[in-house]
């Protein structure tokens, strides 16, 4: 009874091209429900237009929140009351549409590619265990000289009679 009125309300909004599109916060995201489930799953409503899940840059494990932009914004608006506080998988999700106003240029940057996670620590571990060049080495030595005698200098100050 009430999936049919929620077809005829959706049926009765025809897109219009110089509308403004209708952008969703949707947070509390349950482990397993991304990018591909989430526009199967909104598809239903109306044309997901754009689709961002935030991700941990280290790790790229979902933050459990993201961001829907639908072609028109009653559609969104519909979205929003239907789902707002729908249980799934074990976790109360919070829908929300966003302002046209307080939509971000920014926000869906980079949503049409799939998220690789960036290996840091392997970057960091190449670039520490490069071959120094020769004048690299030479700037080294000379800093660890400089250094070893500053301390020596204060190990003779304070009375102690130390070789290493």
């Not at 005829?8 to 509308?19: F, G, N, Y």
């Not at 926000?107 to 265990?129: D, M, S, T, Y």
Request: a positive charge; charged letters at 35%.
């Amino acid at each position: 009874k009430e999936e049919v009125k929620l077809k005829q309300r959706i049926a009765a909004l025809k897109p219009k091209a110089d509308e403004p599109s209708g952008v969703l916060y949707l947070g509390r995201i349950p482990h397993g429900f991304y990018e591909a489930e989430m526009r199967a799953y909104f598809g239903q409503f109306g044309d997901v237009a754009r689709l961002r899940i935030s991700r941990n840059r280290k790790t790229g494990r979902s933050k459990h929140y993201a961001f829907i932009e639908f072609g028109s914004v009653e559609v969104a608006e519909i979205v929003a009351d239907t789902m707002n506080n729908y249980l799934l998988f074990g976790h109360l999700l919070q829908c929300k549409v966003i302002p046209p106003g307080k939509v971000h240029p920014d926000l869906f940057l980079g949503c049409e590619r799939k998220f690789r996670v960036i290996p840091f620590r392997k970057i960091a571990a190449k670039h520490q265990n490069k071959a120094k060049s020769f004048e690299e080495v030479r700037k080294m030595q000379k800093r660890l000289l400089s250094k070893e005698k500053k301390k020596r200098e204060q190990l003779k100050k304070a009375g102690i009679d130390y070789n290493f």
